[in-house]
C-alpha cells in the first residue's frame, strides 16, 4: 500500500531581469560576450548564454549587471533541466546560481527542495541551515529542514521544526498534519533500536520484539532489491527505512486500518505478529512496499494509483485464476472502475474494501497487459513523462498510442 508523502518540496523559480551592463571604460570585450549572451538568452538557448555570459564575467566580475545576467542564465537552465526531470544537473546550475547570489535563503531553500527530492539528505541540510542563517523565520526553510530529520529518523528533531511553523502558522494544514504524524510515531518509536544489517536497508524494531524476524525480513528485501532493481532497471542510492510494528503500533503510528498488511510513506511500515507469521504472506507484503520505494524514485508523487499499486502486485504476486474470476465477474455485472478513476495519485475507497481491492486488480491486470504487450522500454518511457509532469492519458497516447477508454477496452476484453 502506498501512502502520500506530505513533503514540502515547492518548485518555484525566482523573477528574473536581464540587463544591459552598465558603461565600464575598456570593458568593450565585456559588453560583447553580455550582449551574445542576451540574445541567447532571449532565444531559449540558456547553457550557450551561460557561456557568453561568464566570458563577460571573468572580465568584469564586478559588474553588477553581466553578474546578475549570469545567474540568471544559471536560474533558467535549471528550470528547464526541473522540467526535464534532471533533477542533478539542476541542483548544478542552481549551486552556480548560489555562488554569485549567496544572500538568497529563497534560492538556498529551494535548491534544499530539489536535493531532498534526490534523496542528498546531507546537501539539503546544509543549504536549510544556509538559508536560516540569512533568515532565521524562512517558514518553508524550517518546513523542509523537519523534512531532512525525519527522513534520517530524527523524530524530535523533526516535531522541532514543525511545532515552530505550528506556533507561527496554526492555520497550516500541511504542517499540522506532519507534527501530528511525527508526533504518533514518537510516541512508539521512542523505544525503538536502529540496525544498520547492510547498506540498502535500515531496520527499526521494538527493542523487545522482532529481532530474529529483522534478520528474516532482511534477506527477503534484500532478494527483493536485486530482483526488482534488475527488472525496473533502477537501485536506490540511500538505504530504505523499515519499521517492524506490533499490529497495534502500526494503528496507532499509522492510523491505518486493521485489513493494511503494509504500507510505505517514504518509510516502509509493517505490523508483525510477535507470536509468528507466514513468510511467504510477508515475502509478499515486502517486496509489494519495496516497489513502491522504486516507482517514487522514478516518478515522485506523479503515479496514477492503478499503475503504482498495479507495478507493487506485478512485481510481489501472480495474477491468478481466483483474482482472473473476480475481474471477470467485475466485468459481466458491469461493476469495473474506469481507468481514468484511478488516475490520482490516491483514491478514496478505504470505506468500502471490496471496491478497494477491485481497484488493486484493475491496476495489476493492467499493468500485467502492458508487460506482455509491449516492451519494458515503453513503461520506463512512459514512467519518464509522468515524472516530468506530463498527464497520464496525454502519455498513454505517446508512448502506447491509446487514450484512457481505449487502454481500458483492450485490457479487460481479456475478460470476457
Known sequence: MHHRSYSRVSFFFLAVAIMAPCPIAHARDASYYNTQGLELYRAGDYAAAVKEFNRAYSIEPDNEAIRSNLANAHLAA???????????????ELSAALDLRDDDPTLYVYTASLCLSTGDLPSAEDRLLSALAIDPEHKDAHVLLGEVYYRRGSLPEAI????????LDPSDEQVSELLAKAERELEVEKHFVTEYNRRHFIINRDRANFEKESRTILDILERAYYDIGRDLQHFPRNPVQVLLYSTEQFSIATLANCHVAGLYDGKIRVPLNPE?????????????EYTHVIVRELTGDKTPFWLNEGLAQYESELLDENKRRILENALKNRELIPLEDLDKAQIDLEGDPGRLHLAYLEGFATVSYLRRRFTRHRLFSFMDLLGQGCDTETALQQIYRRSYKQLHRDVFSEYR
Open 276 to 288: 509468528g507469521f507466514d513468510e511467504d504472506k510477508l515475502k509478499q507484503v515486502l517486496r509489494h
Open 160 to 167: 522541532e521544526q514543525w511545532k515552530w511553523v505550528h506556533d
Open 78 to 92: 535549471a528550470k528547464e533541466f526541473v522540467e526535464a526531470n534532471d533533477l542533478d544537473a539542476a541542483i548544478s
